[in-house]
């Protein structure tokens, strides 16, 4: 993807502005600001939104040393050979006190990557990092999660581990091979029996160490990018092609920045961005071609998340484009320890006829059950346009259990509550309705307004609002 549309400012860019006034009107321009933290050099990144919000400060590499992992033996083809180089330059730049690991034009064939804090892994024009489909490849087990759930599964194909200043970049491609992994998008008995132990382990407290799930049939795939327990996390500008499940998981994470990422993946559960439990966040100039959700915000699931104890919280996503995705933006349905303050500014989705309705589901759709608890509050969205839908521009559900409503039992009844939720200047062409909001008598939905909120053409009716409190609705 591009870098036209992107209104940033590189540290260059300040240098050059040579007069105070010259630097005034850049900043004024920009929502980036380069400066140097304890050593490091910075990026802070102004929001602009409509709740308050610290600025996101994450690592600026530009003119870090670097590391080309063909200096540490990478022999294109030789999967066992990048292995060790990719690890030995991540070593080095991490030794060295920061740097930027650089894969260099070419195809490059790997198993799991481990970054550590002060490294950016660089992926330059015209080169390919292609991810191994040998699940033994992403063994030994790493401390992870499963939809909500904490555990120690199959390594993710790039894992970080309480890091700080840490970046994925460049303009090469990231590369699944899905070889294995698609075989394991069926959900045999096995597998439906792994999911059921680890929800219950996680609802009995069990320790995560206890919670081994890399064994043979359990089959829970791994996600592509997992940075766990991070702090100033940038990931910009690469490409991303196939994933064996969620793309993007930064997960307990602070101040995160993803821009002018494209993805494409179509396979099981490959949603664009996943941020769970993660806050101060910033989505942008970003491309989603989906067989999932582009953006779905999580803040985990049941008891781990109550125990855990950290809302997502201080989410932008702003000027991205979808090609195709199931949801622009899904809320849950593992939002337990609580969402709030999401700002969603100008996108659109793409496709036009040709999609029909199968573009998108929905454009935001807030979904739980009996068993999350938490709360959804203070969502803003605004500025979105989509040719066409399958849903509407918002839907609500709270009674979404997909295949754990006879799997497992409901350890505790915790209902959602969910309230402040606006849509402002959303044009939709054809859609199955407007908005559908189907809360529960106990707790409804409240505090829900749609300003010049417009469908060209509903199969159903407009609006469908169930046990809601306090809807507006109007147009200019």
């Known amino acids: ?180 992994w698609e075989t394991w998008y069926k959900r045999p008995p096995e597998h439906m029996q792994a999911l059921a132990n680890l929800y219950h382990m996680a609802a009995k407290g069990e320790p995560v160490e206890a919670r081994k799930m890399d064994y ?66 910033l989505i942008e100039h970003c491309e989603f071609d989906q067989g999932d959700d582009a953006i779905a915000i999580k803040a985990g699931r049941n008891q781990d998340a109550w125990r855990l104890n950290m809302p997502c919280k201080n989410v932008v996503i702003r000027h991205c484009r979808i090609k195709r995705a199931h949801q622009l933006i899904a809320i849950g349905s593992e939002l337990s320890g609580g969402i709030e303050n999401v700002f969603v500014d100008d996108c659109h989705f793409e496709g036009g006829a040709a999609f029909k309705y199968e573009g998108t589901g929905n454009l935001v759709l807030i979904k739980t059950n009996e068993r999350r608890g938490g709360y959804v509050r203070n969502v803003v969205v605004q500025n979105i346009t989509a040719p066409a839908i399958n849903g509407g521009a918002l839907t609500i559900a709270t009674d979404v259990l997909y295949q754990w409503k006879d799997l497992v039992p409901t350890y505790e009844r915790k209902l959602t509550a969910i309230s402040g939720i606006h849509l402002q200047n959303v044009r939709v062409g054809k859609a199955g309705y407007l908005c559908k909001i189907e809360g529960q008598a106990e707790m409804p939905v409240s505090n829900v307004t749609l300003s010049n909120v417009v469908a060209e053409n509903t199969r159903e009716e407009a609006v469908q609002n169930v046990n809601v409190g306090c809807f507006e609705w109007y147009n200019a």
């Open 1 to 180: 993807m591009g870098n036209n549309n992107r209104q940033s400012l590189s540290r260059r860019d300040f240098l050059l502005a040579s007069s105070s006034a010259a630097l005034l009107a850049a900043c004024q321009q920009s929502s980036v600001i380069t400066s140097s933290q304890a050593g490091m050099n910075t990026q802070s990144f102004k929001t602009n939104s409509p709740f308050a919000m610290p600025d996101i400060i994450v690592p600026d590499f530009a003119y870090a040393p670097e590391f080309d992992i063909r200096a540490f033996g990478a022999i294109a083809g030789d999967k066992y050979a990048n292995n060790r180089a990719i690890a030995s330059a991540i070593d080095a730049a991490h030794q060295a006190g920061g740097g930027r690991v650089i894969i260099p034009q070419g195809e490059w064939v790997c198993g799991k990557i481990h970054l550590k804090s002060f490294v950016n892994l660089h992926i330059r024009k015209g080169a390919q990092l292609t991810f191994s489909g040998d699940p033994k490849d992403y063994l030994p087990a790493v401390k992870t999660s499963w939809e909500g759930m904490e555990c120690y599964n199959y390594s993710p194909l790039i894992y970080a581990y309480g890091c700080e200043h840490i970046a994925l970049s460049g303009e090469g491609k990231l590369f699944a091979n899905l070889d294995t």
């Open 216 to 281: 043979e049939g359990a089959n829970l795939r791994p996600h592509f990018v997992h940075f766990n327990r991070c702090k100033h996390v940038l990931i910009e500008d690469i490409d991303i092609e196939n994933s064996p499940f969620w793309v993007l998981h930064p997960y307990m994470c602070e101040h995160v920045v993803i821009r002018g990422v494209s993805v494409k993946a179509y396979g099981h559960n490959n949603d664009g961005v996943d941020p769970e439990m993660t806050q101060n966040l």
